[in-house]
Protein backbone atom coordinates (compact mmCIF):
# COMPACT_ATOMS: atom_id res chain seq x y z
CA UNK A 1 0.00 0.00 0.00
CA UNK A 2 1.30 3.58 -0.86
CA UNK A 3 -0.55 6.11 0.83
CA UNK A 4 0.67 8.52 2.35
CA UNK A 5 3.90 6.62 2.15
CA UNK A 6 6.30 10.21 2.28
CA UNK A 7 4.58 11.24 5.73
CA UNK A 8 4.71 7.57 7.10
CA UNK A 9 8.10 7.89 6.45
CA UNK A 10 9.07 10.74 8.31
CA UNK A 11 6.71 9.97 11.25
CA UNK A 12 9.05 6.82 11.72
CA UNK A 13 11.96 8.80 12.21
CA UNK A 14 10.36 10.95 14.53
CA UNK A 15 8.48 8.14 17.08
CA UNK A 16 10.16 4.88 18.60
CA UNK A 17 8.82 1.62 17.96
CA UNK A 18 6.92 -0.06 21.00
CA UNK A 19 6.18 -3.01 21.84
CA UNK A 20 2.83 -4.28 22.50
CA UNK A 21 0.55 -6.49 24.71
CA UNK A 22 -1.87 -8.91 23.75
CA UNK A 23 -5.27 -8.55 22.67
CA UNK A 24 -8.89 -9.48 23.05
CA UNK A 25 -8.32 -13.36 20.84
CA UNK A 26 -11.11 -13.94 18.21
CA UNK A 27 -12.09 -17.28 16.64
CA UNK A 28 -8.90 -19.16 15.09
CA UNK A 29 -8.82 -21.21 12.14
CA UNK A 30 -6.13 -24.07 11.77
CA UNK A 31 -3.05 -23.08 9.64
CA UNK A 32 -1.59 -24.99 6.57
CA UNK A 33 1.59 -26.46 5.46
CA UNK A 34 2.57 -23.25 2.81
CA UNK A 35 2.84 -24.48 -0.62
CA UNK A 36 6.37 -25.09 -2.69
CA UNK A 37 7.74 -22.11 -4.12
CA UNK A 38 10.62 -23.46 -6.70
CA UNK A 39 10.08 -23.40 -10.30
CA UNK A 40 11.26 -21.31 -13.34
CA UNK A 41 9.74 -18.67 -14.63
CA UNK A 42 7.90 -18.36 -18.40
CA UNK A 43 7.76 -15.23 -19.91
CA UNK A 44 4.75 -14.82 -22.22
CA UNK A 45 4.12 -12.01 -24.83
CA UNK A 46 1.61 -10.28 -23.28
CA UNK A 47 -2.13 -10.71 -25.24
CA UNK A 48 -4.90 -7.97 -25.32
CA UNK A 49 -9.17 -8.90 -25.23
CA UNK A 50 -11.24 -7.77 -28.04
CA UNK A 51 -14.49 -9.01 -27.43
CA UNK A 52 -17.70 -6.58 -27.89
CA UNK A 53 -18.50 -4.74 -24.15
CA UNK A 54 -22.22 -5.54 -23.42
CA UNK A 55 -24.27 -2.97 -21.09
CA UNK A 56 -23.61 -3.08 -17.46
CA UNK A 57 -25.04 -5.47 -15.13
CA UNK A 58 -27.56 -5.73 -12.64
CA UNK A 59 -26.61 -6.43 -8.95
CA UNK A 60 -28.08 -9.22 -7.46
CA UNK A 61 -27.67 -10.63 -4.14
CA UNK A 62 -28.04 -14.31 -3.06
CA UNK A 63 -29.08 -15.74 0.06
CA UNK A 64 -26.74 -16.42 2.57
CA UNK A 65 -26.56 -20.45 2.36
CA UNK A 66 -25.37 -19.85 -1.12
CA UNK A 67 -21.62 -19.61 0.56
CA UNK A 68 -20.06 -21.96 2.56
CA UNK A 69 -17.48 -20.66 4.32
CA UNK A 70 -16.53 -22.82 6.99
CA UNK A 71 -13.00 -23.77 5.75
CA UNK A 72 -11.79 -20.18 3.66
CA UNK A 73 -8.60 -18.45 4.40
CA UNK A 74 -6.54 -21.44 5.31
CA UNK A 75 -4.72 -21.64 1.64
CA UNK A 76 -4.37 -18.37 1.93
CA UNK A 77 -2.69 -18.26 5.72
CA UNK A 78 -0.15 -21.32 3.57
CA UNK A 79 0.99 -18.89 0.89
CA UNK A 80 1.34 -15.58 3.39
CA UNK A 81 3.72 -18.16 4.98
CA UNK A 82 5.45 -18.76 1.81
CA UNK A 83 5.92 -15.43 0.48
CA UNK A 84 6.89 -13.22 3.86
CA UNK A 85 9.42 -16.38 3.91
CA UNK A 86 10.83 -14.80 1.35
CA UNK A 87 11.86 -11.84 3.13
CA UNK A 88 11.00 -8.60 2.33
CA UNK A 89 10.34 -7.98 -1.43
CA UNK A 90 11.14 -4.38 -2.56
CA UNK A 91 10.59 -3.67 -6.01
CA UNK A 92 13.58 -4.45 -8.43
CA UNK A 93 14.97 -6.98 -5.98
CA UNK A 94 15.88 -10.21 -6.65
CA UNK A 95 13.51 -11.25 -3.48
CA UNK A 96 10.52 -9.03 -5.61
CA UNK A 97 11.69 -11.55 -8.51
CA UNK A 98 11.70 -14.57 -6.59
CA UNK A 99 7.58 -13.53 -5.03
CA UNK A 100 6.66 -13.62 -8.67
CA UNK A 101 7.96 -16.84 -9.38
CA UNK A 102 6.05 -18.22 -6.30
CA UNK A 103 2.89 -17.05 -7.52
CA UNK A 104 3.79 -18.28 -10.81
CA UNK A 105 4.35 -21.79 -9.37
CA UNK A 106 1.10 -21.32 -7.32
CA UNK A 107 -1.25 -20.23 -9.86
CA UNK A 108 0.06 -23.28 -12.25
CA UNK A 109 -0.61 -25.46 -8.70
CA UNK A 110 -3.71 -24.40 -9.44
CA UNK A 111 -4.23 -25.34 -12.67
CA UNK A 112 -4.02 -22.01 -14.74
CA UNK A 113 -1.51 -21.00 -17.59
CA UNK A 114 0.33 -17.86 -15.99
CA UNK A 115 1.64 -15.17 -17.94
CA UNK A 116 4.35 -13.02 -17.07
CA UNK A 117 4.25 -9.56 -18.36
CA UNK A 118 8.13 -7.45 -17.48
CA UNK A 119 7.90 -4.10 -17.30
CA UNK A 120 10.68 -0.91 -16.72
CA UNK A 121 9.49 1.99 -15.61
CA UNK A 122 10.73 4.81 -13.41
CA UNK A 123 9.92 5.09 -9.45
CA UNK A 124 8.49 8.07 -7.20
CA UNK A 125 12.46 8.31 -6.26
CA UNK A 126 13.51 8.59 -9.83
CA UNK A 127 15.17 5.27 -9.79
CA UNK A 128 14.75 2.83 -12.80
CA UNK A 129 12.85 -0.69 -11.85
CA UNK A 130 12.23 -3.73 -13.46
CA UNK A 131 9.77 -5.64 -12.50
CA UNK A 132 6.55 -7.62 -13.79
CA UNK A 133 3.03 -8.72 -13.82
CA UNK A 134 1.69 -11.94 -13.33
CA UNK A 135 -1.82 -12.81 -14.78
CA UNK A 136 -3.97 -15.95 -14.70
CA UNK A 137 -7.65 -16.11 -16.25
CA UNK A 138 -10.43 -17.94 -15.51
CA UNK A 139 -13.21 -18.08 -18.43
CA UNK A 140 -16.60 -17.48 -17.49
CA UNK A 141 -19.72 -17.94 -19.17
CA UNK A 142 -19.73 -13.88 -20.45
CA UNK A 143 -16.33 -12.78 -22.23
CA UNK A 144 -16.57 -9.42 -19.98
CA UNK A 145 -14.03 -9.54 -17.28
CA UNK A 146 -13.83 -8.68 -13.94
CA UNK A 147 -9.62 -7.95 -12.84
CA UNK A 148 -8.55 -9.02 -9.64
CA UNK A 149 -5.38 -6.73 -8.54
CA UNK A 150 -3.01 -7.58 -5.16
CA UNK A 151 0.53 -6.06 -5.12
CA UNK A 152 3.31 -8.48 -4.13
CA UNK A 153 6.46 -6.29 -3.30
CA UNK A 154 6.67 -4.79 -0.07
CA UNK A 155 8.66 -2.46 2.02
CA UNK A 156 12.05 -3.21 2.78
CA UNK A 157 10.84 -3.11 6.50
CA UNK A 158 9.38 -6.19 8.12
CA UNK A 159 8.17 -8.73 6.10
CA UNK A 160 5.13 -7.52 4.61
CA UNK A 161 2.53 -10.19 5.94
CA UNK A 162 -0.29 -7.52 5.94
CA UNK A 163 1.21 -5.04 2.82
CA UNK A 164 0.57 -7.25 0.92
CA UNK A 165 1.14 -10.73 1.40
CA UNK A 166 -2.46 -10.62 2.32
CA UNK A 167 -4.05 -9.17 -0.50
CA UNK A 168 -1.93 -11.60 -2.77
CA UNK A 169 -3.00 -14.67 -0.56
CA UNK A 170 -6.70 -14.35 -0.47
CA UNK A 171 -6.66 -14.00 -4.56
CA UNK A 172 -4.76 -16.78 -4.95
CA UNK A 173 -6.94 -18.73 -2.91
CA UNK A 174 -10.07 -17.52 -4.69
CA UNK A 175 -8.53 -18.56 -7.65
CA UNK A 176 -7.95 -22.22 -6.83
CA UNK A 177 -11.36 -22.56 -5.46
CA UNK A 178 -13.02 -21.64 -8.63
CA UNK A 179 -10.79 -23.12 -10.88
CA UNK A 180 -13.45 -25.56 -10.73
CA UNK A 181 -16.12 -23.51 -11.08
CA UNK A 182 -19.09 -21.75 -13.32
CA UNK A 183 -18.40 -18.13 -13.38
CA UNK A 184 -20.56 -15.35 -14.91
CA UNK A 185 -17.58 -13.34 -15.88
CA UNK A 186 -14.46 -13.96 -17.10
CA UNK A 187 -11.92 -13.65 -14.18
CA UNK A 188 -8.36 -11.96 -14.86
CA UNK A 189 -6.29 -12.34 -11.75
CA UNK A 190 -3.22 -10.08 -11.57
CA UNK A 191 -0.34 -9.60 -9.13
CA UNK A 192 0.95 -6.46 -9.56
CA UNK A 193 4.82 -5.68 -9.36
CA UNK A 194 6.19 -2.56 -7.61
CA UNK A 195 3.34 -0.94 -6.33
CA UNK A 196 5.31 0.84 -2.94
CA UNK A 197 7.58 2.57 -5.57
CA UNK A 198 4.81 4.42 -7.23
CA UNK A 199 2.54 1.73 -8.98
CA UNK A 200 4.04 0.95 -11.45
CA UNK A 201 2.28 -2.48 -11.77
CA UNK A 202 -1.36 -1.55 -12.06
CA UNK A 203 -0.18 1.16 -14.19
CA UNK A 204 1.74 -0.95 -16.82
CA UNK A 205 -0.87 -3.03 -16.82
CA UNK A 206 -3.57 -0.50 -17.33
CA UNK A 207 -1.23 1.21 -20.29
CA UNK A 208 -1.54 -2.42 -22.22
CA UNK A 209 -4.63 -2.47 -22.24
CA UNK A 210 -6.59 -1.46 -25.47
CA UNK A 211 -9.75 0.85 -25.64
CA UNK A 212 -11.83 -2.41 -26.00
CA UNK A 213 -10.41 -4.16 -23.44
CA UNK A 214 -10.91 -1.07 -20.87
CA UNK A 215 -14.86 -1.48 -22.80
CA UNK A 216 -14.66 -4.93 -22.30
CA UNK A 217 -13.79 -4.89 -18.15
CA UNK A 218 -16.70 -5.09 -15.64
CA UNK A 219 -14.35 -3.70 -12.93
CA UNK A 220 -11.84 -4.18 -11.31
CA UNK A 221 -10.83 -5.01 -7.60
CA UNK A 222 -8.13 -4.08 -5.15
CA UNK A 223 -6.71 -6.45 -2.97
CA UNK A 224 -4.46 -3.70 -0.05
CA UNK A 225 -4.25 -5.16 3.03
CA UNK A 226 -6.76 -6.77 4.26
CA UNK A 227 -5.89 -8.81 7.49
CA UNK A 228 -4.18 -6.23 10.49
CA UNK A 229 -6.76 -3.64 11.11
CA UNK A 230 -9.75 -3.25 13.25
CA UNK A 231 -12.02 -3.35 10.40
CA UNK A 232 -12.85 -4.65 7.45
CA UNK A 233 -13.70 -1.76 4.34
CA UNK A 234 -14.98 -1.43 0.93
CA UNK A 235 -14.85 1.47 -1.11
CA UNK A 236 -15.32 2.15 -4.08
CA UNK A 237 -16.60 5.98 -6.46
CA UNK A 238 -19.98 7.08 -5.84
CA UNK A 239 -23.33 7.08 -8.59
CA UNK A 240 -23.31 4.09 -10.94
CA UNK A 241 -20.19 3.34 -10.20
CA UNK A 242 -21.00 2.25 -6.63
CA UNK A 243 -23.11 -0.32 -7.82
CA UNK A 244 -20.45 -3.19 -7.31
CA UNK A 245 -19.39 -2.18 -3.80
CA UNK A 246 -23.08 -2.01 -2.40
CA UNK A 247 -24.08 -5.29 -4.01
CA UNK A 248 -20.80 -6.33 -1.74
CA UNK A 249 -22.23 -4.47 1.72
CA UNK A 250 -25.95 -6.44 0.80
CA UNK A 251 -24.24 -9.45 0.32
CA UNK A 252 -21.48 -9.14 3.34
CA UNK A 253 -24.57 -8.35 5.72
CA UNK A 254 -26.82 -11.45 4.61
CA UNK A 255 -23.80 -13.27 5.18
CA UNK A 256 -23.39 -12.27 8.61
CA UNK A 257 -19.52 -10.09 7.94
CA UNK A 258 -18.61 -6.57 9.19
CA UNK A 259 -17.87 -4.79 6.33
CA UNK A 260 -18.18 -1.39 6.28
CA UNK A 261 -17.24 1.82 3.83
CA UNK A 262 -16.27 5.46 3.53
CA UNK A 263 -18.89 7.11 1.07
CA UNK A 264 -17.16 10.08 -0.80
CA UNK A 265 -13.43 8.28 0.67
CA UNK A 266 -10.71 10.53 -0.14
CA UNK A 267 -7.56 8.06 -0.77
CA UNK A 268 -5.47 10.40 -1.84
CA UNK A 269 -2.18 10.33 -1.02
CA UNK A 270 -0.47 13.69 0.13
CA UNK A 271 0.50 14.71 -3.66
CA UNK A 272 -2.64 14.07 -5.05
CA UNK A 273 -2.02 10.86 -6.49
CA UNK A 274 -3.54 7.57 -5.92
CA UNK A 275 -2.54 5.39 -2.66
CA UNK A 276 -3.34 1.77 -4.53
CA UNK A 277 -3.20 -0.09 -7.62
CA UNK A 278 -7.08 0.96 -7.86
CA UNK A 279 -6.17 4.11 -9.48
CA UNK A 280 -4.80 3.16 -12.26
CA UNK A 281 -8.20 1.58 -13.17
CA UNK A 282 -10.00 4.50 -12.07
CA UNK A 283 -8.27 7.18 -14.19
CA UNK A 284 -9.04 4.68 -16.64
CA UNK A 285 -12.73 4.79 -16.06
CA UNK A 286 -12.57 1.65 -15.23
CA UNK A 287 -15.68 0.98 -11.43
CA UNK A 288 -13.19 -0.12 -9.01
CA UNK A 289 -13.98 -1.67 -5.24
CA UNK A 290 -11.28 -1.73 -3.03
CA UNK A 291 -10.40 -3.68 -0.03
CA UNK A 292 -8.63 -3.40 3.20
CA UNK A 293 -8.67 -3.41 7.06
CA UNK A 294 -7.97 -0.46 9.36
CA UNK A 295 -9.55 2.20 11.45
CA UNK A 296 -10.99 5.30 10.28
CA UNK A 297 -12.14 6.33 13.83
CA UNK A 298 -8.53 6.30 14.71
CA UNK A 299 -5.16 8.85 14.82
CA UNK A 300 -5.80 11.51 12.19
CA UNK A 301 -9.51 9.72 11.34
CA UNK A 302 -7.44 9.30 7.87
CA UNK A 303 -7.81 5.54 7.32
CA UNK A 304 -4.16 4.92 7.74
CA UNK A 305 -4.33 4.24 11.39
CA UNK A 306 -4.71 0.42 11.76
CA UNK A 307 -5.03 -0.45 15.31
CA UNK A 308 -4.71 0.85 18.84
CA UNK A 309 -1.69 3.39 19.14
CA UNK A 310 -0.14 0.92 21.43
CA UNK A 311 0.41 -1.33 18.91
CA UNK A 312 2.75 -1.30 15.71
CA UNK A 313 4.12 2.09 15.61
CA UNK A 314 1.47 4.42 16.85
CA UNK A 315 -0.88 2.27 15.83
CA UNK A 316 0.46 1.54 12.15
CA UNK A 317 1.19 -1.82 11.37
CA UNK A 318 2.18 -2.05 7.10
CA UNK A 319 5.59 -0.34 6.56
CA UNK A 320 6.57 -1.23 9.50
CA UNK A 321 8.99 -3.81 10.97
CA UNK A 322 6.03 -5.43 13.03
CA UNK A 323 4.47 -6.01 9.72
CA UNK A 324 5.29 -9.77 10.34
CA UNK A 325 3.22 -13.19 11.10
CA UNK A 326 4.59 -13.39 14.44
CA UNK A 327 3.77 -10.30 15.51
CA UNK A 328 -0.12 -9.83 14.28
CA UNK A 329 -0.60 -13.58 15.42
CA UNK A 330 0.72 -12.78 18.86
CA UNK A 331 -0.81 -9.46 19.36
CA UNK A 332 -3.72 -10.21 17.54
CA UNK A 333 -4.93 -13.97 18.20
CA UNK A 334 -7.39 -15.13 15.88
CA UNK A 335 -7.46 -11.80 13.78
CA UNK A 336 -5.63 -12.83 10.64
CA UNK A 337 -7.63 -15.66 10.04
CA UNK A 338 -11.18 -14.46 10.67
CA UNK A 339 -10.43 -11.83 8.08
CA UNK A 340 -8.40 -13.70 5.51
CA UNK A 341 -11.71 -16.43 6.17
CA UNK A 342 -13.93 -13.09 5.34
CA UNK A 343 -12.07 -11.72 2.60
CA UNK A 344 -11.86 -15.03 0.66
CA UNK A 345 -15.53 -15.59 1.22
CA UNK A 346 -16.50 -12.08 -0.02
CA UNK A 347 -14.30 -12.26 -2.88
CA UNK A 348 -15.87 -15.84 -3.62
CA UNK A 349 -19.33 -14.52 -3.19
CA UNK A 350 -18.65 -11.61 -5.78
CA UNK A 351 -17.17 -13.84 -8.30
CA UNK A 352 -20.08 -16.60 -8.18
CA UNK A 353 -22.66 -14.52 -7.96
CA UNK A 354 -22.26 -10.66 -9.06
CA UNK A 355 -23.74 -10.65 -12.44
Not at 173 to 195: D, H, I, Q
Request: aromatic share 10%.
Amino acid sequence: MKRRLLLFVLTLLAVAACSAPTATPTATVASPTPPASSFQSPVVTPQTTTAKPTPSPVPTVQSPSATPVVNFGQIARGHIEALTNIGPRVAGTAAEKRAAAYIVAAFQGSGYAPEVRPFTATDDYGVRVSSANVVAVKTGRSAREIVVGAHYDSVKNGRGADDNASGVAVMLEVAELLKGETTPYTMRFVAFGSEEVGMLGSNAYVAQMSKADRANTVAMVNLDSVMAGDFAYVYSDEGARAALRDWTLVWASRNGFDLRTIRNVNLDDPEGGGSSDYYAFQQAKIPFIYFETTNWNLGDKDGYTQVNLKYGVRGVIRHTRYDTLAYLDATFPGRLDADLKMFVAMLHGLLTQYE
